[in-house]
């Protein structure tokens, strides 16, 4: 187990990428505390994911996001943060995210990502609520499309859709230890 370097690693991608259960693991590895963005979203809101679209719409989400994602930083113990699909992609947060620690991308396929979702997972998603199967392959596709553009600025890249869990979360540890060891060196001196 590490001792904590202060640095927060931002898990960003898709919908459905598996930010939290991949972000739940590393943590676990690392004795790292773990923090889901939209969590902190519904905590300061008082009301679900669902619930600030439905009355305020997507920009008042994106504000609230922002705000949220920028409210960790007075939090000086580093923190495994998995953040909302859309979180890179708005208000200068990729490159926000990538001033205050590590960003890594987990990327998964469009078909991949079709293969995993449930209809429960399906329905407190509001931006993938209400469709039909080709509706939600063209909105992934098209997003997915649009994403990448921010997704890919991340320090670290990995293809996560077709290994298995165990190793996608070792491959992810032996890849972040070195920005950890080096942030507690700069720490040091
Ligand atoms: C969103 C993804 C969601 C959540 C919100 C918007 C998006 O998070 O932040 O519904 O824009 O793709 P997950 O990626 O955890 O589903």
Redesign the pocket.
């Known amino acids: 187990m590490e001792t904590n370097s202060g640095m927060h690693i931002f898990l960003i991608?898709?919908?459905?990428?598996g930010?939290?259960t991949i972000g739940k693991k590393l943590a676990d590895k690392l004795g790292y505390p773990f923090l889901?963005?939209?969590e902190v979203?519904v905590e300061r809101e008082g009301q679900t994911?669902?619930a600030v679209?439905e009355r305020h719409g997507?920009e008042y989400?994106r504000a609230a996001?922002a705000a949220a994602l920028r409210s960790l930083e007075s939090i000086a113990t580093g923190l495994v943060v998995?953040?909302?699909?859309?979180?890179p992609?708005f208000l200068d947060n990729m490159v926000y995210m990538q001033k205050q620690g590590l960003t890594v991308y987990l990327q998964v396929s469009v078909n991949k990502l079709l293969e995993r979702f449930t209809e429960e997972?399906l329905s407190?998603?509001?931006?993938?609520q209400n469709k039909s199967d080709v509706e939600l392959l063209t909105y992934l596709t098209e997003?997915l499309a649009h994403?990448e553009q921010f997704y890919k600025k991340a320090q670290e890249v990995i293809e996560t859709g077709s290994i298995p869990l165990e190793t996608t979360v070792a491959a992810l540890e032996k890849r972040i230890l070195p920005y950890l060891s080096q942030q507690k060196r700069r720490s040091v001196s």
Do not use: H, N, Y
């Not at 991608?13 to 990428?17: A, F, H, L, N, R």
């Not at 407190?124 to 993938?128: E, S, V």
């Open positions: 991608g898709m919908p459905g990428s930010k939290s889901d963005l939209d979203i994911i669902a679209f997507q989400f996001e998995a953040t909302g699909g859309g979180t992609c997972e407190i998603r509001p931006l993938l997003t994403r």
